[in-house]
């Protein structure tokens, strides 16, 4: 019986090893920054669950069909709400699409990763918070999809979309057609991803039976020496 109860933890230790693991990032929280100037930065940097994160800003230039056309750096402002966007005109520190100058958080990861919510953490009273997701493989862009008229707090991403570099911004069109055409603006402070585990060794798969035929060959062995008894 005990040597079923290891096989049972050995298998279980595989199973958990194959599952996707959740990691939230506290955007409000970095590591470490790079070209800061007051509540303005280059970049961020996080750590969380083993994985590691960099922020950067970027606003598209204008373009409605092509969010990275004309696409240029900029800054990314921290404050109480979250992160946002410093670039030409807008509103200082919000992600926002004021006339079609669209901003973006780039995240890239130490690896792949599928994200699963985005935590708005400020939305002007007067803007709206259309949000649009994409995700960078190799030179594409894919979109990933939108959260319309997202609320404070937790956002699920329903998607199943694996990469190392995300887009987060407001509404932009090539991303699909808005229920509207206010103008979008907000702030994120947390982001959830879930990372799949790297798979163990197939050595483990062999102790895991190597287990169960040690019980096997010592139940058989006790059932001999019960009959020649």
């Known amino acids: 019986m005990k040597y ?38 280059d970049a961020l940097d996080y750590q969380s669950g083993g994985l590691g994160l960099r922020v950067t800003g970027w606003s598209s230039g204008g373009d409605r069909y092509n969010p990275l056309a004309g696409i240029s750096s900029a800054q990314v402002g921290m404050n109480a709400g979250g992160l946002g966007v410093e670039r030409r005109g807008g509103v200082r520190g919000n992600i926002d699409n004021l006339a079609l100058d669209f901003d973006f958080l780039m995240l890239e990861f130490d690896s792949a990763v599928s994200l699963s919510s985005v935590g708005v953490g400020y939305i002007p009273r007067y803007a709206d918070s259309d949000v649009s997701i994409g995700a960078i493989d190799e030179f594409s862009v894919w979109s990933v999809g939108n959260i319309y008229d997202a609320e404070l707090g937790r956002n699920d991403v329903d998607t199943t979309f694996t990469a190392s570099t995300w887009l987060i911004g407001a509404f932009h069109p090539m991303f699909g057609i808005s229920q509207d055409f206010s103008w979008d603006a907000f702030r994120i402070d947390q982001i959830s991803v879930n990372v799949s585990a790297v798979p163990l060794p197939a050595s483990v798969w062999f102790f895991a039976t190597g287990l169960a035929l040690l019980g096997y060959f010592r139940r058989t062995s006790s059932r001999r020496t019960s009959s020649a008894a």
């Open 4 to 41: 079923t109860k290891w096989i049972g933890a050995a298998l279980l230790v595989c199973a958990g090893q194959v599952s996707a693991l959740a990691v939230d990032f506290d955007l409000l929280n970095p590591v470490s920054t790079e070209g800061s100037r007051g509540n303005y930065s």
